[in-house]
């Protein structure tokens, strides 16, 4: 399919789960397509040989790293924010740094 020949889309948060199926739809739909991932190196690439796609590490929190993977692989069509992290246990008594990390990636 070619629906999306030609367009340059950006994933964060695309190396599983959710964010691997949306670049694999991109990929396999003629996008070019680069992702970003936080975690396993060797899953990112793995998608990324398997799509033709770009794997890039970048923490999603570091507003400074997204905006630079923009300005080196820009100018996008799509942008898909899909990264996001979640804490778990009484919100009381978690660490104020999780809890800022939490709001840099998720909101």
Same mark, same amino acid.
């Given at each position: 399919?070619?629906?999306? +020949?030609?367009?340059? @889309?950006? @994933?964060?948060?695309?190396? +599983?789960?959710?964010?691997?199926? !949306?670049? +694999?739809?991109?990929?396999?739909?003629?996008?070019? @397509?680069?992702?970003?991932?936080?975690?396993?190196?060797?899953?990112?690439?793995?998608?990324?040989?398997?799509?033709?796609?770009?794997?890039? %590490?970048?923490?999603?929190?570091?507003?400074?790293?997204?905006?630079?993977?923009?300005?080196?692989?820009?100018?996008?069509?799509?942008?898909?924010?899909?990264?996001? @992290?979640?804490?778990?246990?009484?919100? *009381?008594? %978690?660490?104020?740094?999780? !809890?800022? +990390? *939490?709001?840099? !990636?998720? !909101?």
């Amino acid at each position: 399919m070619t629906l999306f +020949r030609n367009k340059s @889309v950006l @994933v964060l948060g695309g190396s +599983r789960g959710i964010g691997a199926a !949306i670049v +694999r739809r991109f990929s396999a739909d003629g996008a070019s @397509v680069v992702f970003s991932y936080a975690g396993s190196r060797e899953a990112a690439e793995k998608l990324a040989t398997e799509t033709g796609s770009i794997a890039i %590490q970048t923490d999603s929190a570091d507003r400074d790293a997204v905006i630079s993977l923009v300005r080196e692989y820009g100018p996008l069509d799509i942008l898909v924010v899909n990264a996001g @992290v979640a804490l778990f246990g009484d919100a *009381l008594e %978690q660490d104020s740094d999780a !809890i800022d +990390r *939490l709001f840099r !990636i998720n !909101i």
